[in-house]
């Protein structure tokens, strides 16, 4: 496959470069639209966009530890925190919205800076430290709210999930949460891929060892990394928030879809490999996976199993292709 | 990355230090509140006790993880052969042994396929695991949703009964960490981990069959895990699809392996260190208890507890982790 | 390889369970009995539905008399893991306070684990502080053996789930899972066209409580000649919920939802809503952010109720048994009343939190309502 000399193999090889996960994409949502024709309908693909935004958002975030080699696992905590703490905040004072959402933007803020300090420091493998903190927030969550959620949000702060514009020219419906899944992967898309950051982020990732030597700051590109993974969270837990409204158990779960999305975009494990836009098509992927099967009917064990399957099989086929 | 030992190990902190640390923190805090019956041997015992499922559970995966491996299957391979055990003795003496062959074939095969997806297909362990802890949840799920079958009453014993005035449970829980134990140390499969979790390259060079290793290793780990459904089969009468993940005993046996002292970049660690580990969950959950600690803050102290003990050990370490 | 294996084990498993599954969520005996339940009148104290006990049978608790306090209460809960139970503990801790014979309340949390509750209850018998025991069993069959042993060495109480043993003095329940299945259903299928489109929201399956709810709303769905279209399973997620609302949305029409818990009422609502749909004819649950909705969309609405009073009754039970006074048993079956379009303003309060469950017979209680969550009315 890697014979290069002849034209044909390599017009067929740039196109095994283009990453196999947008292709999968399209086969689902080829085979979301023959079930159900109606999701061509703005309804339909903008409900759809609007619903997988969050895991998005949440997906480019995770690829940033990933890259560095790490996992974060307390995402789901911080989602929940942030749903949980902005409707105890909040309690139905609209006038106080902005401000919260500052605040829980700085509270995922030092939920990332303890991950990153206490992993760079303290020297604790991030399987363990993210863990750590993914019990200890939730934790908080349940005894701030005192294990139901207190309050209400405010309608200002549930629009980023909640709200879609209607009778917008040539697509009809326009959710708030896809502009805010457009700009917020256009700014990590940029800092993974147009900052030196980025680059740094690669070779601490690629060998941590190496990179010091070569007087990269690791200890710093890590925390930033963490920072960068729990503000994404908050951004994801807005909304979820506004998607949904409050729950304790919003962010449940979430922490492995990320890391699945991730790894289905073909972001590496234990560093060195990440692309922000493979993420956000893997996040699409689980999303449509999800859609599908609910349109299949299929009740939710089977939905686990294949969930598993899919998750086994894409990461034996990118180490398949990385050997190619 | 390698363990060369570092010349400046001023203050090294062992998984002996934090047993004694939190035995120390354990009795003080007993007599404080006045609670001294929770000191007679019985109560001990019975805390002890309550620790078999989560140690078993562990042995296996410290295994797994010297040999730089991790297994996130094991809650729901423990759930599944809770629920095959209790379904294939369906309350008759006769089929106890049928069931327990059954439930140990049944972990054979898991940890064989996560051993194979491993080292054949390569698939980081992390993911393999988890995807098989899906499916097999899944499975399970789909074809029972409650409470299946029934254990006899004799093999009850196996959590009820006592010998020479021990738990017959906890007597089985020491012998599991003995045997692993002198697997580990005594046998050229138990240097043979370290040395694949140590670095898999010099290991291959050295002549060692790496994949063999991790495979055995992850049959190993399913085994106990097997085993430990077996148990809560006998504990609680009967299996049901969500015992193995309502224990957490997948994050569980990893928190405490490492609490242990056991890398989880593999290669050093071992078995008794996670029995300390152990040994301090239960104490916490006991002390927890005793103090009429809610269990909201239960789990804030829990989270940090975690990382403290890490990062205890990490004092003069200057290893870089990820 | 994978896939193969897995397979072969699934038949395995499938052949070997299905002649083991004996649990029956679908009984007509108690369907029947949960139906009379609804409709009697209740003996006790009007308006204090928590004292009151619709089967009259009293046990005798003389031997159980343990003179002048204070006494120790200990209490096995299986956890605090949902809004339902944050609600009827904090109920509980208040009703001690009602009473100064008792001087201390135990409480042990088993975090949702069958295992650690199990040995949470040893723990506690072994401990030798406790007068009275109350136990709120995680599932049914794994705590049968620990309360059985705990019935030996002192008196127990078992509230909301049962255990199969009737050693406890007393089994504090409301109707029942049959009883909030035929109370939403029924409403549904006098309130649209016979072969109406019904969406069926269940939270997980293979729990007791809630697969009665559905194997009752069910059969009355059915027999009214209603269409269901569907009943899928939420894990009592609201984004979830309102994901496969819409979807079927996208598909076809519905005339009615119908909920086996309310949490994710209002996440259901909002999908008609934000798609432009009217929301048709509900069934939720006694949560304030979904009696709330109701009132403010004036909905064809009913919220049966499974309700959070039950966990004051435990304690007045204790104390009863520690006088020695009789109490109702060996079942105490406390009244189940639903909130209906007549009722409904005297439940709605805006100053409780979203998920606080109105049917709670809290509003008296010392402390009501900020240890509820709630703000004080000006």
């Given at each position: 496959m890697t014979d290069a000399a002849l034209p044909r193999p390599r017009r067929l090889s740039r196109l095994l470069r283009v990453n196999p996960i947008w292709l999968v994409l399209l086969i689902l949502i080829g085979a979301i639209v023959a079930l159900n024709p109606d999701f061509t309908e703005p309804q339909g693909y903008m409900n759809f966009l609007r619903r997988a935004a969050p895991l998005c958002i949440l997906a480019a975030g995770q690829v940033f530890v990933l890259t560095s080699g790490g996992f974060d696992l307390s995402v789901g905590s911080t989602i929940t925190l942030t749903v949980v703490g902005a409707s105890m905040l909040l309690y139905n004072n609209e006038a106080a919205t902005w401000w919260v959402i500052l605040a829980m933007l700085g509270a995922g803020g030092v939920i990332g800076l303890v991950n990153g300090l206490v992993v760079a420091?303290?020297?604790?493998p991030s399987l363990i430290a993210t863990l750590g903190t993914m019990i200890t927030v939730s934790g908080i969550g349940l005894m701030w709210s005192g294990g139901a959620p207190r309050g209400y949000l405010t309608d200002g702060f549930r629009a980023a999930g909640r709200f879609m514009w209607r009778d917008v020219p040539v697509i009809g419906l326009l959710p708030a949460a896809l502009l805010v899944l457009i700009g917020g992967g256009a700014v990590l898309w940029w800092l993974m891929h147009g900052t030196n950051y980025g680059r740094l982020l690669h070779a601490v990732g690629d060998n941590p060892e190496a990179a010091r030597l070569a007087g990269v700051p690791v200890a710093r590109v890590r925390v930033l990394a963490f920072v960068v993974s729990s503000l994404s969270a908050v951004v994801a837990g807005i909304l979820l928030g506004g998607f949904s409204g409050v729950s304790l158990d919003v962010g449940t779960g979430y922490e492995l879809q990320a890391i699945t999305a991730a790894v289905l975009g073909g972001t590496q494990l234990l560093g060195g490999r990440g692309a922000v836009g493979a993420a956000l098509g893997g996040a699409l992927t689980l999303t449509a996976i999800f859609t599908l099967l609910n349109f299949l009917g299929l009740p939710q064990p089977v939905r686990e199993v294949v969930q598993g399957l899919i998750l086994i099989s894409a990461v034996a086929l990118a180490v398949c292709r990385r050997d190619a | 990355m390698t363990s060369l030992p570092s010349p400046r190990r001023r203050l090294r902190i062992g998984p002996g230090t934090i047993l004694l640390a939190a035995l120390a923190v354990y009795v003080i805090a007993i007599l404080w509140s006045g609670n001294t019956q929770f000191l007679r041997p019985g109560n001990i015992l019975g805390m002890l006790t309550r620790a078999v499922a989560l140690g078993i559970t562990a042995v296996g995966q410290t295994i797994v993880i010297l040999c730089a491996s991790i297994d996130l299957s094991v809650a729901a391979l423990i759930s599944a052969s809770a629920v095959l055990a209790s379904v294939v003795m369906g309350g008759s003496t006769t089929m106890i042994v049928p069931a327990i062959l059954a439930v140990l074939l049944l972990g054979m095969v898991v940890g064989l396929v996560n051993g194979l997806v491993i080292t054949r297909l390569r698939v980081n362990p992390l993911i393999a695991t988890l995807g098989m802890a899906m499916v097999i949840q899944g499975i399970l799920s789909a074809v029972v949703s409650n409470f299946a079958g029934e254990v006899p009453r004799s093999f009850r014993s196996f959590d009820s009964g006592t010998v020479l005035g021990l738990p017959v449970s906890l007597i089985f829980l020491g012998l599991v960490a003995a045997g692993a134990s002198a697997i580990l140390n005594w046998t050229r499969f138990g240097s043979n981990i370290y040395a694949v979790g140590g670095n898999i390259d010099a290991a291959r060079l050295a002549g060692i069959r790496t994949d063999r290793v991790i495979i055995a290793a992850h049959l190993l780990c399913s085994l106990c895990a097997s085993v430990t459904g077996l148990y809560l089969a006998a504990r609680l009468g009967s299996g049901a699809p969500w015992i193995g993940r309502d224990g957490m005993y997948d994050l569980e046996s990893i928190a405490v392996a490492v609490i242990g002292g056991t890398v989880l970049a593999g290669g050093r660690g071992g078995i008794w260190g996670t029995m300390a580990g152990v040994a301090i969950f239960a104490m916490i959950d006991s002390l927890f208890n005793v103090l009429g600690v809610d269990a909201f803050a239960k789990q804030v102290l829990r989270g940090g507890i975690i990382v403290a003990a890490v990062a205890a050990y990490a004092i003069g370490s200057r290893r870089l982790v990820a | 390889m994978t896939l193969r294996t897995t397979t072969a084990m699934a038949v395995a498993l499938a052949v070997l369970a299905l002649p083991a599954t004996a649990q029956n969520f679908d009984d007509p005996t108690e369907f029947a009995e949960q139906e009379a339940q609804l409709a009697a009148t209740p003996i006790g104290p009007e308006g204090a539905p928590w004292e009151q006990y619709l089967e009259d049978s009293m046990v005798d608790?003389?031997?159980?008399?343990?003179?002048?306090?204070?006494h120790t209460v200990c209490f096995s809960n299986a956890g605090v893991n949902n809004p339902w139970r944050v609600v009827g503990w904090t109920n509980m801790q208040a009703e001690v306070a009602l009473h100064p014979e008792i001087g201390e309340l135990i409480h042990v949390d088993a975090e949702g684990s069958d295992d650690k509750q199990i040995g949470d209850i040893n723990d506690l018998v072994a401990?030798?502080?406790?007068d009275v025991l109350i136990v709120s069993p995680n599932t049914t069959a794994a705590l049968t053996p620990a309360v059985e042993a705990a019935c030996e060495v002192l008196p127990v109480i078992v509230f909301d789930r049962g255990v199969n043993t009737d050693c406890p003095v007393t089994f504090i329940h409301p109707v029942g899972g049959y009883g909030f299945g035929i109370q939403g259903a029924r409403f549904i299928a006098e309130n649209v066209e016979e072969g109406a489109n019904v969406l069926m929201l269940r939270?997980?399956?293979?729990v007791d409580v809630l697969e009665t709810r559905y194997s009752a709303g069910r059969r009355i769905l059915d027999e009214a000649g209603l269409n269901v279209v569907g009943a899928e399973f939420t894990d009592g997620d609201n984004a979830k919920t309102k994901s496969i609302v819409e979807d079927y949305l996208q598909r076809g029409s519905i005339d009615a939802v119908w909920m086996d818990a309310g949490a994710t009422a209002v996440a259901a609502i909002e999908a008609f809503e934000d798609n432009g749909y009217d929301v048709p004819v509900f069934v939720g649950e006694d949560q304030q952010d979904f009696l709330q909705k109701w009132q403010e969309l004036g909905l064809t609405a009913i919220a049966p109720t499974y309700p959070t009073?039950?966990?004051r009754t435990p304690i007045i039970a204790a104390a009863r048994i520690l006088a020695g006074e009789p109490v109702p048993g060996p079942e105490w079956v406390l009244p189940q009343p639903a909130i209906t379009a007549e009722n409904l303003d005297q439940y709605?309060?805006?100053?409780?939190?979203?998920?606080?469950?109105?049917?709670?017979?809290?509003?008296?209680?010392?402390?009501?309502p900020e240890a509820w969550g709630g703000q004080a009315s000006n």
């Amino acid at each position: 496959m890697t014979d290069a000399a002849l034209p044909r193999p390599r017009r067929l090889s740039r196109l095994l470069r283009v990453n196999p996960i947008w292709l999968v994409l399209l086969i689902l949502i080829g085979a979301i639209v023959a079930l159900n024709p109606d999701f061509t309908e703005p309804q339909g693909y903008m409900n759809f966009l609007r619903r997988a935004a969050p895991l998005c958002i949440l997906a480019a975030g995770q690829v940033f530890v990933l890259t560095s080699g790490g996992f974060d696992l307390s995402v789901g905590s911080t989602i929940t925190l942030t749903v949980v703490g902005a409707s105890m905040l909040l309690y139905n004072n609209e006038a106080a919205t902005w401000w919260v959402i500052l605040a829980m933007l700085g509270a995922g803020g030092v939920i990332g800076l303890v991950n990153g300090l206490v992993v760079a420091l303290l020297r604790v493998p991030s399987l363990i430290a993210t863990l750590g903190t993914m019990i200890t927030v939730s934790g908080i969550g349940l005894m701030w709210s005192g294990g139901a959620p207190r309050g209400y949000l405010t309608d200002g702060f549930r629009a980023a999930g909640r709200f879609m514009w209607r009778d917008v020219p040539v697509i009809g419906l326009l959710p708030a949460a896809l502009l805010v899944l457009i700009g917020g992967g256009a700014v990590l898309w940029w800092l993974m891929h147009g900052t030196n950051y980025g680059r740094l982020l690669h070779a601490v990732g690629d060998n941590p060892e190496a990179a010091r030597l070569a007087g990269v700051p690791v200890a710093r590109v890590r925390v930033l990394a963490f920072v960068v993974s729990s503000l994404s969270a908050v951004v994801a837990g807005i909304l979820l928030g506004g998607f949904s409204g409050v729950s304790l158990d919003v962010g449940t779960g979430y922490e492995l879809q990320a890391i699945t999305a991730a790894v289905l975009g073909g972001t590496q494990l234990l560093g060195g490999r990440g692309a922000v836009g493979a993420a956000l098509g893997g996040a699409l992927t689980l999303t449509a996976i999800f859609t599908l099967l609910n349109f299949l009917g299929l009740p939710q064990p089977v939905r686990e199993v294949v969930q598993g399957l899919i998750l086994i099989s894409a990461v034996a086929l990118a180490v398949c292709r990385r050997d190619a | 990355m390698t363990s060369l030992p570092s010349p400046r190990r001023r203050l090294r902190i062992g998984p002996g230090t934090i047993l004694l640390a939190a035995l120390a923190v354990y009795v003080i805090a007993i007599l404080w509140s006045g609670n001294t019956q929770f000191l007679r041997p019985g109560n001990i015992l019975g805390m002890l006790t309550r620790a078999v499922a989560l140690g078993i559970t562990a042995v296996g995966q410290t295994i797994v993880i010297l040999c730089a491996s991790i297994d996130l299957s094991v809650a729901a391979l423990i759930s599944a052969s809770a629920v095959l055990a209790s379904v294939v003795m369906g309350g008759s003496t006769t089929m106890i042994v049928p069931a327990i062959l059954a439930v140990l074939l049944l972990g054979m095969v898991v940890g064989l396929v996560n051993g194979l997806v491993i080292t054949r297909l390569r698939v980081n362990p992390l993911i393999a695991t988890l995807g098989m802890a899906m499916v097999i949840q899944g499975i399970l799920s789909a074809v029972v949703s409650n409470f299946a079958g029934e254990v006899p009453r004799s093999f009850r014993s196996f959590d009820s009964g006592t010998v020479l005035g021990l738990p017959v449970s906890l007597i089985f829980l020491g012998l599991v960490a003995a045997g692993a134990s002198a697997i580990l140390n005594w046998t050229r499969f138990g240097s043979n981990i370290y040395a694949v979790g140590g670095n898999i390259d010099a290991a291959r060079l050295a002549g060692i069959r790496t994949d063999r290793v991790i495979i055995a290793a992850h049959l190993l780990c399913s085994l106990c895990a097997s085993v430990t459904g077996l148990y809560l089969a006998a504990r609680l009468g009967s299996g049901a699809p969500w015992i193995g993940r309502d224990g957490m005993y997948d994050l569980e046996s990893i928190a405490v392996a490492v609490i242990g002292g056991t890398v989880l970049a593999g290669g050093r660690g071992g078995i008794w260190g996670t029995m300390a580990g152990v040994a301090i969950f239960a104490m916490i959950d006991s002390l927890f208890n005793v103090l009429g600690v809610d269990a909201f803050a239960k789990q804030v102290l829990r989270g940090g507890i975690i990382v403290a003990a890490v990062a205890a050990y990490a004092i003069g370490s200057r290893r870089l982790v990820a | 390889m994978t896939l193969r294996t897995t397979t072969a084990m699934a038949v395995a498993l499938a052949v070997l369970a299905l002649p083991a599954t004996a649990q029956n969520f679908d009984d007509p005996t108690e369907f029947a009995e949960q139906e009379a339940q609804l409709a009697a009148t209740p003996i006790g104290p009007e308006g204090a539905p928590w004292e009151q006990y619709l089967e009259d049978s009293m046990v005798d608790t003389a031997q159980y008399a343990a003179g002048e306090g204070p006494h120790t209460v200990c209490f096995s809960n299986a956890g605090v893991n949902n809004p339902w139970r944050v609600v009827g503990w904090t109920n509980m801790q208040a009703e001690v306070a009602l009473h100064p014979e008792i001087g201390e309340l135990i409480h042990v949390d088993a975090e949702g684990s069958d295992d650690k509750q199990i040995g949470d209850i040893n723990d506690l018998v072994a401990s030798g502080n406790c007068d009275v025991l109350i136990v709120s069993p995680n599932t049914t069959a794994a705590l049968t053996p620990a309360v059985e042993a705990a019935c030996e060495v002192l008196p127990v109480i078992v509230f909301d789930r049962g255990v199969n043993t009737d050693c406890p003095v007393t089994f504090i329940h409301p109707v029942g899972g049959y009883g909030f299945g035929i109370q939403g259903a029924r409403f549904i299928a006098e309130n649209v066209e016979e072969g109406a489109n019904v969406l069926m929201l269940r939270i997980l399956p293979g729990v007791d409580v809630l697969e009665t709810r559905y194997s009752a709303g069910r059969r009355i769905l059915d027999e009214a000649g209603l269409n269901v279209v569907g009943a899928e399973f939420t894990d009592g997620d609201n984004a979830k919920t309102k994901s496969i609302v819409e979807d079927y949305l996208q598909r076809g029409s519905i005339d009615a939802v119908w909920m086996d818990a309310g949490a994710t009422a209002v996440a259901a609502i909002e999908a008609f809503e934000d798609n432009g749909y009217d929301v048709p004819v509900f069934v939720g649950e006694d949560q304030q952010d979904f009696l709330q909705k109701w009132q403010e969309l004036g909905l064809t609405a009913i919220a049966p109720t499974y309700p959070t009073y039950q966990w004051r009754t435990p304690i007045i039970a204790a104390a009863r048994i520690l006088a020695g006074e009789p109490v109702p048993g060996p079942e105490w079956v406390l009244p189940q009343p639903a909130i209906t379009a007549e009722n409904l303003d005297q439940y709605v309060n805006p100053d409780m939190p979203p998920l606080h469950y109105a049917m709670c017979g809290c509003e008296e209680l010392p402390g009501y309502p900020e240890a509820w969550g709630g703000q004080a009315s000006n």
